[in-house]
């Protein structure tokens, strides 16, 4: 979906099997859509107890595109009370492309995917995309400020975030992390990820909220293994 310039406007997903259509409008507050693919749709400002009876529930949905491969990983989460409680996971790909290796692990143990790349041995390229809105002001898609940055992961330094609390490790190569310190005037983070072997690539989206429960960074690392580490 673009505007008369040509530029993306927003994504419009197709479901299926009952064939039906969600529009994602990146003029809604919340919609981050990346260059390479990937997309976000979250809340900008999580409900207070004087607005709802069930303050701590909300959802996302993540679509993570890796960049050299034809396929994507969409999740559909719910985190209620600072933990997820039910996540959809569809992992997709060009009708005109053989389906990605990661389908054949929806039918085989979830724990699969981590085998063989929990540390590219030669290392990997980290790439950082980060968007904040102003100092002191409410998420505003015009009016958040992105940055970006490149980083050198060593060799044999864990790629996925350690197995513990809030960690969910998820069939087809995907993982949410939820960490809420509110209780400690911290933020909530919620972070989806998933492994792409034919690409090589690791990518990751994190939204971060305050302990007021705004929106304050959203952020896409994508990392990538060297050419002797892939």
């Keep these: 979906m673009r505007a008369c310039g040509g530029a993306v406007q927003g994504v419009i997903e197709r479901r299926l099997p009952l064939d039906t259509e969600t529009t994602f ?40 595109h890796p960049r050299e491969v034809r396929e994507r990983r969409r999740l559909l989460l719910v985190v209620i009370a600072g933990a997820l409680e039910a996540v959809d996971v569809a992992i997709e790909g060009s ?13 085989t143990p979830r724990l699969q995917m981590v085998t063989n790349v929990d540390a590219w041995s030669g290392g990997a390229t980290e790439q950082r995309l980060i968007g904040r809105p102003p100092e002191g002001s409410a998420w505003n898609n015009p009016r958040v400020s992105w940055s970006s940055e490149e980083l050198r992961v060593a060799g044999g330094l864990p790629l996925l975030p350690p197995r513990g609390a809030g960690v969910t490790f998820l069939p087809g190569g995907c993982w949410v ?22 690409a090589a690539e690791i990518a990751a989206l994190e939204h971060v909220y305050s302990a007021k429960g705004a929106l304050s960074r959203v952020s896409l690392r994508t990392l990538t293994a060297t050419e002797e580490g892939a």
């Design 177 to 198: 992390r939820v960490a809420d310190e509110r209780s400690s005037a911290g933020g909530l983070s919620v972070e989806c990820g998933s492994v792409s072997v034919e």
């Design 25 to 64: 409008n990146r003029q809604v507050d919340g919609m981050t859509f990346m260059s390479e693919g990937s997309w976000a749709q979250a809340p900008v400002q999580l409900l207070s107890g004087e607005q709802t009876e069930s303050p701590d529930a909300f959802g996302l949905a993540v679509c993570l």
């Design 95 to 107: 009708s005109s492309a053989p389906l990605p290796s990661a389908v054949d692990t929806l039918l």
